[in-house]
């Protein structure tokens, strides 16, 4: 198994951004998504381009904006897309395909070896987050599918690309020069697409800090584990997200945990331990 402090920090990522859901949801209610999400990637980046004072050169200039575009811009968009036109049960099981895209698409890209246990993982973890989010009575959108799918997929082509190309930085510069690109291919949409971003209140500011900050140190971590962890270990980490969504739910908002959802939680945790276990013991370290 890869190291447990190198899973550990990689983990802190996903759970981190479980919370973003109550933070969206209790301080910046009804704010515009994409200018919501393209505050949060540009000033955070920018911010870490003059603390790293470092600009990409040669093949990493378009190499910036590719991976910027699959980890920000089009997931971001097509998750509100989704969020949208869908429950919110759906849209987080449909997107939570994405650790078995990334299992093939390590395979076709990296020519990594499809593992048994790395499929079960994340067909578990598929099932668990089912369990958690899904309601009854819940109605499928074609459009809201395709949107959370083509999030799925965007953002693992995004992790793989990411180990393929193997930047010759560190996280934090990596982290940088993302948040920028993607930041700057946001912009125009939320200039086109939304409504213009209302005054913000105390509470309001308290949120989007929260977003700018957070978002800084978790991608940082996610890169790190990226550059570190075979694909398929880190997507499955992705499954704590709506795990610490619905936890704290309950914990703040005194939202009740059903059986199914403590079944679900369980699951998910298991499909984690299951994909680590699936992964070579040699791993390979960022540069």
């Not at 795990?243 to 298991?270: D, E, F, K, P």
């Amino acid at each position: 198994m890869p190291k447990p402090s190198d899973i550990l920090l990689t983990a802190l990522a996903p759970a981190v951004w479980g919370s973003t859901y109550i933070v969206a949801t209790e301080l910046l209610p009804g704010a515009p998504p994409l200018s919501v999400a393209a505050i949060r990637a540009l000033p955070t980046g920018l911010i870490l381009l003059l603390l790293v004072r470092q600009l990409p050169k040669g093949d990493w200039l378009w190499r910036s904006f590719v991976l910027g575009a699959l980890n920000f811009t089009v997931f971001w968009a097509l998750l509100f897309v989704a969020a949208y036109r869908l429950p919110g049960g759906i849209a987080a099981t449909v997107g939570a395909v994405q650790p078995l895209i990334v299992v093939f698409a390590a395979s076709a890209v990296l020519g990594t070896r499809i593992r048994v246990l790395s499929v079960l993982a994340a067909v578990m973890g598929m099932a668990g987050v089912a369990l958690l989010v899904l309601q009854d009575g819940a109605v499928p959108d074609m459009p809201g599918i395709a949107a959370a799918l083509g999030g799925a997929f965007s953002m693992a082509f995004g992790t793989v690309l990411t180990r393929k190309w193997r930047p010759p930085v560190s996280a934090l510069v990596l982290t940088a020069w993302q948040l920028t690109a993607g930041g700057l291919l946001l912009l125009p949409l939320a200039l086109l697409l939304d409504p213009p971003m209302p005054p913000l209140d105390a509470a309001n500011a308290a949120g989007m800090g929260y977003l700018v900050l957070f978002t800084a140190l978790t991608y940082i971590l996610w890169f790190r584990g990226v550059a570190r962890l075979e694909p398929a270990a880190v997507s499955s980490l992705g499954f704590l997200s709506p795990l610490t969504a619905i936890l704290l739910g309950w914990a703040i908002l005194g939202q009740a945990l059903s059986a199914s959802q403590m079944i679900g939680a369980a699951v998910v945790v298991a499909s984690i331990w299951l994909s680590q276990r699936a992964t070579p013991s040699r791993q390979v370290h960022a540069r």
